[in-house]
Antibody, heavy 128, light 109 residues
Framework: QLQLQESGPGLVKPSETLSLTCTVS??????????WGWIRQPPGKGLEWIGS???????YYNPSLKSRVTISVDTSKNQFSLKLSSVTAADTAVYYC????????????????????WGQGTLVTVSS | EIVMTQSPATLSVSPGERATLSCRAS??????LAWYQQKPGQAPRLLIY???TRATGIPARFSGSGSGTEFTLTISSLQSEDFAVYYC???????????FGQGTKLEIK
């Protein structure tokens, strides 16, 4: 059974960089059939896609966060990571890592589909 | 950016009855739409993808329909465990942006 587990500091100071890692177990992050991604949810609010990565290192980011986000992958450790710079209180949220299926369209090529496995989530609070 | 609008924000239904949740896209997303269920303190769970295909292990009482800009999630006979928040998500491959609706809270009447 595939499992994803987020890890990282639960408290980050304003203007600093939020760093989280997702460890994948029960399956290989190097599978050609999937992308891996980060989604966040501010307390009491809805879901926001942050970005996704393929095992080869190709990345896709939410345009609204792109200038502050870096997602990377370490296939040797079966992990992928999120860095979000210059955080403010608005970045306080539960951060989820998830696996997304890889779709193919004959006109536009490969694309990220639905998120079928999720980690349990980790609350990150931005506060001094 | 494609905006996903869910209605109603809150739906009150009695156990055993049918629930119908709606999701509208600001432009066509073809059938590139998923539905998720989220219970308090838990991660979202995939229910439906491709607008109408149930994910592995999802009971048959959950069904999805629609294409283009109008989508519906129907729960045919509500069980106690179905009361939760439901989100739709579009993953239309171009432009490259994945957006969720704001959610519909399904509560016990």
């Amino acid at each position: 059974q595939l499992q994803l587990q987020e890890s990282g500091p639960g408290l980050v100071k304003p203007s600093e960089t939020l760093s989280l890692t997702c460890t994948v177990s029960g399956g290989s992050i190097s599978s050609s059939s999937y992308y891996w991604g980060w989604i966040r949810q501010p307390p009491g609010k809805g879901l926001e896609w942050i970005g996704s990565i393929y095992y080869s290192g190709s990345t896709y980011y939410n345009p609204s966060l792109k200038s502050r986000v870096t997602i990377s992958v370490d296939t040797s450790k079966n992990q992928f990571s999120l860095k979000l710079s210059s955080v403010t209180a608005a970045d306080t949220a539960v951060y989820y890592c998830a696996r997304a299926c890889r779709g193919y369209d004959i006109l536009t090529g490969y694309y990220i589909r639905e998120f079928d496995y999720w980690g349990q989530g980790t609350l990150v609070t931005v506060s001094s | 950016e494609i905006v996903m609008t869910q209605s109603p924000a809150t739906l009150s239904v009695s156990p055993g009855e049918r629930a119908t949740l709606s999701c509208r896209a600001s432009q066509s997303v073809s059938s590139n739409l998923a539905w998720y269920q989220q219970k308090p303190g838990q991660a979202p769970r995939l229910l439906i993808y491709g607008a109408s295909t149930r994910a592995t292990g999802i009971p048959a009482r959950f069904s999805g329909s629609g294409s283009g800009t109008e989508f519906t999630l129907t729960i045919s006979s509500l069980q106690s465990e179905d009361f939760a928040v439901y989100y739709c998500q579009q993953y239309n491959n171009w432009p490259l942006m994945y957006t969720f609706g704001q959610g519909t809270k399904l509560e016990i009447k």
